[in-house]
């Protein structure tokens, strides 16, 4: 990751997502699963000490321990009803967003 997350928009990253589910015959999936799931990753980060005051140090993200943290507060919380596998499709949409901008590499 680089140091400024500030070009992290979530508008473009819905909609980064959203076409790549497109692709893959997902429309069960809506702009706020997907934001809660954007949400979530934050959230993640954040108790993970990965990010702080809007900026991150370059880290390594244990992946399966992320999907474990977002799938058990979403059970948690019930917000969404979201499959693994839909989430699995959410998150890989992130990552290839972040990608596509810089963030990850």
């Avoid at 997502?17 to 954040?46: P, R, T």
């Avoid at 993970?48 to 809007?54: G, K, Y």
Wanted: charged letters at 35%.
């Amino acid at each position: 990751m680089q140091e400024d997350l500030l070009e992290f928009d979530d508008s473009d990253a819905i909609e980064f997502i959203k076409k790549s589910l497109s692709d893959g015959g997902n429309a069960a999936i809506d702009e706020d699963d997907i934001q809660y799931v954007l949400d979530l990753i934050i959230d993640y980060y954040e108790e993970n000490n990965l990010i702080e005051e809007d900026e991150a140090q370059e880290a390594e993200i244990a992946e399966d321990d992320m999907f474990e943290y977002i799938s058990a507060k979403m059970k948690q919380e019930k917000v969404v009803d979201l499959t693994d596998e839909q989430l699995q499709l959410i998150l890989d949409g992130e990552f290839a967003y972040g990608v596509s901008i810089g963030i990850y590499e």
